[in-house]
């Protein structure tokens, strides 16, 4: 143990030095910029992070942030469609965008001295971006395709949609990034502009900058770029805050699939919403001592050991803009049911809630936790991921320097109150793929490539 805890510590000290300056400038305009050193290399990757998302939609327009961020591909005042991404290619960069829950992100990758070229692209569709009919109704094809794909012809993913909408009730949470079909069906050009226009602006946007750059060199092109962009009066979404759950939430899908699949959920806290931010970072280590690698419980004892489960998992993410869920999922071994998937994850909860985690198990835990982090500093592109999204959700960027000595800082008796505390029926959401048979000759449609709704 004492081995472990020593590689523990000198992985954080390694952390340390490995993370570069970062400087924080304001725009006259309410612009947030944020400059993060790394001189490993002659590149940077930039990003724009619009603080809009799924969640941030209401009825009737889900999936609009989505199809939006496809459009910003579809010309400008200045530039024609398809042109953004041709004259990054000409400059030897890479580019894309994604949509999540709570933000969305548009980033490119290019040799330092083209940085210019992204913020000239970017600051003119941050306000010029011409919404044409006919490509809007290429676009948004492009979007129910997507969902057909991505959502609709993949079991588990249709099961995850149909649990978050069940687990949810006033949550915006409960909406799918993708949107429901019947309102991309009836998605209005008009409606695009309204959301462009109330979300795209200066003042609700983040630019992160990392790599071989100079910080105030960098202020003085995001000001010449960028400063003359109009504010927008930017108005807060609505809470939407979950009530209490009342009981135990169960639903089953009967859709053609060659497997069965189980996922339940429980409400839990996160930075954003969290009265102690110790519970938050005790969920962090206990999802670790679930999942955390080969050498995890669920893998180590449901899947190698009693072989009751092909594959098993859990999940948490502390950095959503809104309360979550503490996530489980397992998929039954050939020969083993539903229900004794079911029973072996409970029981896994069970003992946790019992008996306090050994301290050579934490240990191992904590050291896999901070390796990760460790290694991802590696990538200029995840550091400025990082940045972003923490800012996006409305945190402190300066958090992600707290996560090492958080994350050591939890104790076996802390993760014990939080399953105790959050692990319990009253507040779990439970939801069983039960499979149909499949048409004859026929077979799943293929998923696009990545998990995202990226462009």
Known sequence: MRVVLTVVLLIGSQLALARGAVHEYQLDNGMKLIVKEDHRAPVVVTQVWYKVGASYEHDGITGISHVLEHMMFKGTKNHEAGEFSRIIAENGGKENAFTSRDYTAYFQRLEKSRLPVSFELEADRMRNLQLDESEFAKERKVVMEERRLRTEDKPTSLTYEQF??????????RNPTIGWMDDLENLQLDDL????ERWYAP??????VVGDVQPDAVFRQAKQHFGPLKPEQIRAPKPRIEPPQPGQRRITVSVPAEVPYLLMGFKVP???TAGDIREVYALEVLSGILDGGDSARLTRELVRGSQVASSAGAGYDLYDRQASLFLIEGTPANGQSIEAVEQALHEQIRRLQEKPVEAGELARVKAQVVASDVFEQDSIYYQAMQIGRLESVGLDWSLMDEYVERVNAVTAEQVQAVARKYLVAQQQTLAVLDPLPQAPGKKPRPATPGGGHGH
């Open 270 to 272: 996160v930075l954003g």
């Open 193 to 196: 502009q309204v959301w462009y």
């Open 203 to 208: 003042n609700n946007a983040v630019l992160v």
């Open 164 to 173: 978050q909408a069940t687990a949810f009730t006033s949550s915006s949470y």
